[in-house]
């Protein structure tokens, strides 16, 4: 049985892949703000997630105001980098893990949580900024990433008592998926 072994919280303003991406982490001015990944930083480097289910949501990149859907999954084996209007960052795509978003989306609904599947779901500065600046910046990323989408843009949005549903959910679906790479470490 996989299992989650940790949670982080990280804020995603493009600034802070902006500042990844020229060096500025030990600038002055981004310093303070990027000593607080340090803990962050040195578990995932220690304990080596073998996957990132990443909480995010989309900026328009993917969705508009014509079709936003509550909760979303990213099921791909890549996920390719968005343009978010200023050209795409010079990041590799993100690596999915298929198998186990497909597990958690059909576990997800069997526990009254429909959730819009994605096999091409672009990731902007939701998902790259706290990736970039959680992980280490090389050409291929550590870990595999299943992201899930939560609208918080357009009304209704869903209440904080349903996500919080939807994580138990996540939680009892990771736990039941039986694959041997994943029963040591999961994320």
């Given at each position: ?68 859907p509550t909760f979303a999954i990213a099921v791909a084996n890549q996920h390719e980098i968005a343009d978010e209007g200023w ?14 978003a497909w597990h958690l989306s059909r576990e997800l609904v069997e526990q009254r949580f429909d959730l819009s599947v994605c ?69």
């Amino acid at each position: 049985m996989a299992r989650i072994v940790a949670g982080f919280g990280s804020p995603h303003a493009p600034a802070v892949g902006a500042a990844v991406d020229r060096g500025d982490e030990e600038s002055p001015y981004w310093k303070p703000f990027f000593d607080g990944y340090k803990p962050m930083r040195a578990w995932l480097e220690r304990e080596k997630p073998d996957v990132i289910i990443l909480f995010t949501n989309d900026h328009f990149t993917s969705f508009f105001l014509d079709f936003i859907p509550t909760f979303a999954i990213a099921v791909a084996n890549q996920h390719e980098i968005a343009d978010e209007g200023w050209g795409k960052r010079k990041l590799p795509e993100v690596p999915g893990h298929t198998e186990l978003a497909w597990h958690l989306s059909r576990e997800l609904v069997e526990q009254r949580f429909d959730l819009s599947v994605c096999h091409r779901l672009p990731l902007d500065h939701g998902s790259l900024s706290p990736l970039s600046a959680l992980l280490p910046h090389v050409t291929e990323w550590p870990v595999q990433v299943v992201p899930i989408l939560v609208n918080v843009l357009h009304f209704p949005i869903p209440s904080a008592a349903r996500c919080f549903e939807l994580g138990r959910a996540i939680r009892r679906a990771v736990q039941s998926y039986e694959d041997d790479a994943l029963a040591q470490r999961s994320y």
